[in-house]
């Protein structure tokens, strides 16, 4: 008898009964990790084809293709079963969708923080058209903000708190500085895996307005007049009435995007489980189609692709329209209530001693042909967690940083930086280097400097009504 997965996790962490315990372990993960994606694709797919009908998502139609392929790929799925001959094949159709869906989500990330740089000048700009009602002064002010940063005794809420703020503070650090930090930051990866510190340079550039690729010329080009003009605005003598239009139109645009996103999250979450379901059916036994998640999601696709389905036939009720399907659907989910939890419990389990075991038992592993297994447990656990994007197709370098990699990045960055800030505007630069220095490690070595960071940021700005926002925009995460 298959013992439980808490017993094999506890075996292979005391390297007892390896040769017996790998297989056991690998079956036990594809199986909990097939139903927990089953599960999930029920719920997500339900809501999905919600927000398709109901028109909440006014971007549908850019997506229609991707979500074609997908039913279709459902529809192989459920109805005609994942055979060892198309096995292969589909997940390769996933690998592909999902590519696509990442490479639109990059080109979003990039105008999505192209417009927090431009928006977190507009609120600098706000209070010289509105009332400023009083507010502590810069010395008691300072005071307010290092007992809240200092407040906790957790460093890592301590340093939390310090990002927020100083991404808020009026900007007023030099150029010279700003690149000693930067150049600090990535000598944090020395040693480290270079995917890591790839993906550091990738977060800086994006929120640097740096980063551009060829997609941006494909994909959401509406966003591209917009930030044309943004760049161009005079922002030092901008009129209230400039001011207006431009504040509107930011928001507008954030709406637009956030919408996008959403609906390209919730298509990658889709593809995720389908892939997850695809690769881990090897090991699961066919189940019958009138399963709760089985029901649903062939439920669902029917609906999708306006086709006639067996699956109604198990309703006693009439479903003669649309409403009436979709609610009886609905009526499946309490019968999986507490299901996932269950299966949450054993997956952290088995996930906490993976990579360990890959690499402790890498020759046993390869002595029973369970290499390709490991590898595809690694795959689904990235899949599962909070990134939705992860890489996961061993693309990413795993090479380790060295000392010269260090100072050529650290070069090549502050270069591409320096040319960019020189050529910007002072709000915008200002705009750039705050919406990045938060996003660096702490760069303070004791409470007494990062005091008095606070108070030379707010005393060295005689801009007002800057000053007055960034204290609205601190008290707000104070209070």
Same mark, same amino acid.
């Given at each position: 008898?298959?013992?439980?997965?808490?017993?094999?996790?506890? /075996?292979?962490?005391?390297?007892?009964?390896?040769?017996?315990?790998?297989?056991?372990?690998?079956?036990?993960?594809?199986?909990?990790?097939?139903?927990? /994606?089953?599960?999930?694709?029920?719920?997500?797919?339900?809501?999905?084809?919600?927000?398709?009908?109901?028109?909440?998502?006014?971007?549908?139609?850019?997506?229609?293709?991707?979500?074609?392929?997908?039913?279709?790929?459902?529809?192989?799925?459920?109805?005609?079963?994942?055979?060892?001959?198309?096995?292969?094949?589909?997940? $390769? +159709?996933? *690998?592909?969708? +999902?590519?696509?869906?990442?490479?639109?989500?990059?080109?979003?990330?990039?105008?999505?923080?192209?417009?927090?740089?431009? $928006? =977190?000048? *507009?609120? +600098?700009?706000? =209070?010289?058209?509105?009332?400023?009602?009083?507010?502590?002064?810069?010395?008691? &002010?300072?005071?307010? !903000?290092?007992?809240?940063?200092? @407040?906790?005794?957790?460093?890592?809420?301590?340093?939390?708190?310090?990002?927020?703020?100083?991404?808020?503070?009026?900007?007023?650090?030099?150029?010279?500085?700003?690149?000693?930090?930067?150049? #600090?930051?990535?000598?944090?990866?020395?040693?480290?895996?270079?995917?890591?510190?790839?993906?550091?340079?990738?977060?800086?550039?994006?929120?640097?307005?740096?980063?551009? #690729?060829?997609?941006?010329?494909?994909?959401?080009?509406? &966003?591209?007049? !917009?930030?044309?003009?943004?760049?161009?605005?005079?922002?030092?003598?901008?009129?209230?009435?400039?001011?207006?239009?431009?504040?509107?139109?930011?928001?507008?645009?954030?709406?637009?995007?956030?919408?996008?996103?959403?609906?390209?999250?919730?298509?990658?979450?889709?593809?995720?489980?389908?892939?997850?379901?695809?690769?881990?059916?090897?090991?699961?036994?066919?189940?019958?189609? #009138?399963?709760?998640? %089985?029901?649903?999601? +062939?439920?669902?696709?029917?609906?999708?692709?306006?086709?006639?389905?067996?699956?109604?036939?198990?309703?006693?009720?009439?479903?003669?329209?649309?409403?009436?399907? *979709?609610?009886?659907?609905?009526?499946?989910?309490?019968?999986?209530? @507490?299901? %996932?939890?269950?299966? &949450?419990?054993?997956?952290?389990?088995?996930?906490?001693?993976?990579? $360990?075991?890959?690499?402790?038992?890498?020759?046993?592993?390869?002595?029973?042909?369970?290499?390709?297994?490991?590898?595809?447990?690694?795959?689904?656990? %990235?899949?599962?967690?909070?990134?939705?994007?992860?890489?996961?197709?061993?693309?990413?370098?795993?090479?380790?940083?060295?000392?010269?990699?260090?100072?050529?990045?650290?070069?090549?960055?502050?270069?591409?930086?320096?040319?960019?800030?020189?050529?910007?505007?002072?709000? !915008?630069?200002? /705009?750039?280097?705050? #919406?990045?220095?938060?996003?660096?490690?702490?760069?303070?070595?004791?409470?007494?400097?990062? /005091?008095?960071?606070?108070?030379?940021? *707010?005393?060295?700005?005689?801009?007002?009504?800057?000053?007055?926002?960034?204290?609205?925009?601190?008290?707000?995460?104070? &209070?």
């Amino acid at each position: 008898m298959s013992k439980s997965i808490k017993q094999c996790v506890k /075996a292979l962490d005391e390297n007892k009964d390896v040769r017996n315990m790998l297989p056991d372990y690998v079956d036990k993960c594809m199986h909990m990790n097939n139903e927990d /994606a089953g599960l999930k694709l029920m719920m997500h797919y339900y809501m999905y084809y919600e927000m398709i009908t109901e028109g909440i998502n006014p971007y549908i139609e850019s997506a229609k293709d991707t979500t074609d392929a997908v039913n279709e790929i459902i529809y192989e799925i459920y109805e005609s079963g994942i055979t060892d001959e198309k096995r292969s094949g589909l997940s $390769e +159709r996933l *690998l592909k969708l +999902r590519q696509i869906v990442m490479d639109k989500m990059q080109v979003l990330t990039a105008y999505v923080d192209c417009f927090v740089v431009y $928006e =977190y000048i *507009l609120n +600098r700009i706000q =209070y010289r058209f509105e009332e400023m009602k009083k507010l502590p002064d810069d010395t008691e &002010f300072a005071q307010d !903000v290092v007992k809240f940063i200092f @407040g906790s005794k957790d460093n890592v809420a301590i340093n939390d708190s310090i990002h927020e703020i100083i991404g808020q503070l009026p900007m007023r650090m030099t150029r010279s500085r700003y690149i000693d930090i930067i150049r #600090n930051a990535i000598s944090v990866y020395d040693g480290s895996d270079m995917s890591s510190l790839e993906s550091f340079i990738y977060m800086f550039r994006t929120n640097a307005m740096l980063y551009k #690729n060829g997609d941006m010329d494909n994909y959401f080009t509406e &966003f591209v007049p !917009v930030l044309d003009e943004l760049s161009k605005l005079d922002y030092e003598n901008i009129t209230k009435e400039m001011y207006d239009i431009y504040a509107e139109k930011i928001t507008n645009n954030a709406v637009k995007l956030n919408d996008i996103s959403d609906l390209y999250m919730q298509l990658g979450q889709i593809i995720n489980e389908l892939y997850i379901i695809t690769v881990s059916s090897k090991y699961v036994e066919k189940t019958e189609k #009138n399963t709760p998640q %089985q029901v649903v999601i +062939r439920g669902i696709n029917s609906l999708f692709r306006e086709k006639q389905s067996d699956v109604w036939n198990l309703s006693k009720e009439d479903l003669s329209d649309e409403e009436a399907k *979709l609610y009886w659907l609905g009526e499946f989910f309490p019968q999986i209530e @507490g299901i %996932q939890e269950q299966l &949450f419990e054993g997956m952290n389990m088995a996930g906490a001693i993976l990579e $360990e075991t890959m690499d402790a038992q890498k020759d046993v592993i390869k002595e029973l042909s369970l290499t390709d297994e490991f590898n595809y447990l690694k795959q689904l656990s %990235q899949l599962g967690s909070n990134s939705i994007f992860a890489e996961i197709n061993g693309a990413a370098d795993d090479s380790k940083v060295t000392a010269d990699d260090v100072l050529k990045i650290s070069d090549e960055l502050t270069v591409e930086i320096k040319e960019h800030l020189k050529k910007s505007s002072r709000m !915008v630069r200002r /705009a750039i280097m705050a #919406n990045t220095i938060d996003k660096l490690p702490v760069f303070f070595n004791s409470p007494q400097e990062v /005091a008095e960071y606070v108070t030379m940021s *707010l005393e060295q700005c005689d801009d007002e009504a800057e000053k007055y926002a960034s204290k609205q925009l601190i008290m707000e995460m104070m &209070f």
